[in-house]
């Protein structure tokens, strides 16, 4: 009697929810299996309940998770890709991909940043070189290559156009992105990764000198001049940084890390301080990196 009640309450429960979600094979699905390992109680499950009943609360909490997405803008460490939906639920990390996933897998991480710009994923790609998988290890050394040959000829390119118009702000702006990605690219000895340093170097100190919007630039010229210990020179940077952009987290930024990088701790509370009193609101990134610096003062 209960498994032909238990029969009956199957089938009705089929032809109810057929007829309700009859456009989507897969909402039919996820509701009969709740209400088949849930009998009768499973109708009852939120899953059911009538959107109208959630329009109000819905919409605040739309709100308030669109209002917490604007406000936290926290940078994650590695490069992340979103598989297919109906693949993959998750967003999983191209390095975590490499390392634990099927060589299947692997491999159409691989393809998926050979569709896209590798320049953005040469790190990645110098850790799947020695990947297990030989395929794998096969694209990386392929795109790798790639990488090398346009930013060869790109270098070659850009750096004509610059010797004959230094003053020319597209071309500072472009030949120091080409730059920028030759010296992080892994192809060059100790010598001639010196040697571009101070050529980029010079590209920046005119492209900040010159450009309108070269906060980005500025940042970066700063790191370059801490790399190559001219702490004196990366403190000035700071100064005229601070005179173009005074009311960006950026400058502040900027005095920090050098200060905690020839660990002067005098100037570095004195930064803290001006920092406390500035009407700035800092990014969850920039506010990570003050208690970093604050807990190494």
Same mark, same amino acid.
């Given at each position: 009697?209960?498994?032909?009640?238990?029969?009956?309450?199957?089938?009705?429960? &089929?032809?109810?929810?057929?007829?309700?979600?009859?456009?989507?094979?897969?909402?039919?699905?996820?509701?009969?299996?709740?209400?088949?390992?849930?009998?009768?109680?499973?109708?009852?499950?939120?899953?059911?309940?009538?959107?109208?009943?959630? *329009?109000? &609360?819905?919409?605040?909490?739309?709100? +308030?998770i669109a209002a917490q997405?604007?406000?936290?803008?926290?940078?994650?460490?590695?490069?992340?890709?979103?598989?297919?939906?109906?693949?993959?639920?998750?967003?999983?990390?191209?390095?975590?991909?490499?390392?634990?996933?099927?060589?299947?897998?692997?491999?159409?991480?691989?393809?998926?940043?050979? !569709?896209?710009?590798?320049?953005?994923?040469?790190?990645?790609?110098?850790? %799947?070189?020695?990947?297990?998988?030989?395929?794998?290890?096969?694209?990386? @050394?392929? &795109?790798?290559?790639?990488?090398?040959?346009?930013?060869?000829?790109?270098?070659?390119?850009?750096?004509?156009?610059?010797?004959?118009?230094?003053?020319?702000?597209? @071309?500072?702006?472009?030949?120091?992105?080409?730059?920028?990605? +030759?010296?992080?690219?892994?192809?060059?000895?100790?010598?001639?990764?010196? *040697? +571009?340093?101070?050529?980029?170097?010079?590209?920046?100190?005119?492209?900040?000198?010159? &450009?309108?919007?070269?906060?980005?630039?500025?940042?970066?010229?700063?790191?370059?001049?801490?790399?190559?210990?001219?702490?004196?020179?990366?403190?000035?940077?700071?100064?005229?940084?601070?005179?173009?952009?005074?009311?960006?987290?950026?400058?502040y930024l900027c005095y920090? !890390?050098?200060?905690?990088?020839?660990?002067? %701790?005098?100037?570095?509370?004195?930064?803290?301080?001006?920092?406390?009193?500035?009407?700035?609101?800092?990014?969850?990134?920039?506010?990570?990196? @003050?208690r970093f610096w604050s807990?190494?003062?």
């Amino acid at each position: 009697m209960i498994s032909l009640a238990f029969g009956i309450y199957i089938l009705l429960s &089929a032809v109810i929810l057929g007829m309700l979600y009859r456009q989507s094979p897969r909402e039919w699905l996820l509701r009969m299996v709740v209400v088949t390992v849930f009998p009768v109680i499973g109708w009852l499950f939120p899953l059911f309940w009538p959107r109208r009943l959630f *329009k109000d &609360a819905g919409g605040k909490l739309d709100d +308030y998770i669109a209002a917490q997405q604007k406000e936290m803008s926290v940078q994650h460490l590695g490069i992340y890709s979103k598989l297919e939906t109906e693949k993959e639920l998750n967003v999983l990390s191209i390095e975590e991909a490499l390392l634990v996933s099927e060589h299947s897998t692997r491999r159409k991480v691989m393809i998926d940043v050979l !569709k896209q710009d590798a320049i953005n994923y040469l790190e990645i790609l110098q850790t %799947a070189v020695s990947n297990e998988d030989t395929e794998t290890s096969h694209y990386a @050394v392929s &795109a790798i290559m790639e990488v090398k040959r346009k930013l060869t000829l790109s270098l070659q390119e850009l750096s004509v156009q610059y010797e004959n118009n230094k003053e020319d702000v597209h @071309v500072l702006s472009a030949y120091a992105d080409v730059l920028k990605g +030759y010296l992080r690219s892994g192809f060059l000895d100790d010598r001639t990764l010196r *040697k +571009y340093k101070f050529i980029y170097l010079g590209v920046l100190e005119r492209y900040t000198g010159i &450009a309108e919007n070269a906060c980005e630039a500025f940042v970066d010229k700063v790191d370059l001049e801490l790399e190559l210990k001219r702490y004196a020179e990366a403190e000035e940077t700071c100064r005229v940084f601070e005179q173009r952009y005074s009311h960006i987290e950026e400058v502040y930024l900027c005095y920090l !890390k050098v200060y905690f990088t020839i660990k002067s %701790a005098e100037k570095l509370q004195h930064t803290f301080s001006k920092l406390k009193k500035s009407p700035l609101k800092l990014s969850n990134h920039a506010l990570t990196l @003050v208690r970093f610096w604050s807990e190494g003062a």
